[in-house]
C-alpha cells in the first residue's frame, strides 16, 4: 500500500511543472498578456490624457518609469527624405507637392514589448478631418485623423483603436 502511495506522490511531483509551464514566446502576444505600460513624453501634453485613459480602461497600468514595464508607448515624428534635383548644376530640395497620395502624418504613436524591442501596435496620426461613420477593421497599423481634434478627443482616439485592436486579439483563441 505504502509503495502505491510513494509511486503515486512520486508521479504527481514529476508531472506538477509541465502543468505550470508558460507558453512558448511565440504563442505570447505581449498586448494582450502584458499589464504595465510605460507612456513616454509626446506632444501637445498627449501623454497625461493617454495615462487618464488608460487607467479609466483599467487593462493597463500605465507608468512614467520605463524599467521593468511590459510594454512601452512612445511618440515620434516620422523621418522624411529630402530629394534633391539640380538647378544650374547646385543641388535644391524638391517641392513637396499638395496633390497626391501622400498622407501628412504629424507623429506616430508606437507600442513595443520591452523584452523583446518588437513593435506590436503602431497608429499615424494624420493631418486631415475625421471622416464620419468611417470604422476600419482593428488592426496593428492604425491611423487617426486629427484635424480638428483636442488633444483629449486625441487621446481617446488613440486608446479607443488600441482597445479595439486588443479585444480583438483577445478574441482570437489561438493568438495568446
Not at 512614467?64 to 543641388?91: H, S
Not at 483629449?152 to 478574441?171: F, G, K, P, V
Request: hydrophobic share 35%.
Amino acid at each position: 500500500m505504502k509503495s502505491v502511495f510513494y509511486s503515486l506522490l512520486s508521479l504527481c511531483l514529476l508531472t506538477a511543472p509541465v502543468f505550470g509551464q508558460q507558453k512558448p514566446a511565440s504563442e505570447q502576444n505581449p498586448l494582450t498578456d502584458g499589464k504595465l505600460m510605460y507612456v513616454g513624453s509626446m506632444p501637445q501634453n498627449l501623454d497625461a490624457w493617454i495615462v487618464h485613459d488608460l487607467q479609466s480602461w483599467g487593462k493597463y497600468k500605465p507608468t512614467r518609469d520605463p524599467e521593468g514595464v511590459d510594454l512601452v508607448m512612445k511618440a515620434y515624428k516620422p523621418e522624411t527624405k529630402t530629394e534633391y534635383r539640380l538647378r544650374q548644376g547646385i543641388p535644391q530640395p524638391k517641392e513637396v507637392k499638395k496633390k497626391g497620395e501622400r498622407k501628412h502624418v504629424m507623429f506616430s504613436i508606437s507600442v513595443t514589448d520591452w523584452v523583446t524591442g518588437s513593435l506590436v501596435w503602431r497608429a499615424d496620426v494624420l493631418d486631415r478631418k475625421p471622416k464620419r461613420n468611417q470604422i476600419a477593421a482593428p488592426s496593428e497599423d492604425a491611423e487617426i485623423s486629427a484635424r480638428g481634434l483636442s488633444t483629449q478627443q486625441l487621446a481617446q482616439d488613440i486608446i479607443r483603436e488600441l482597445r479595439r485592436y486588443a479585444d480583438h486579439l483577445a478574441s482570437q483563441p489561438d493568438v495568446h
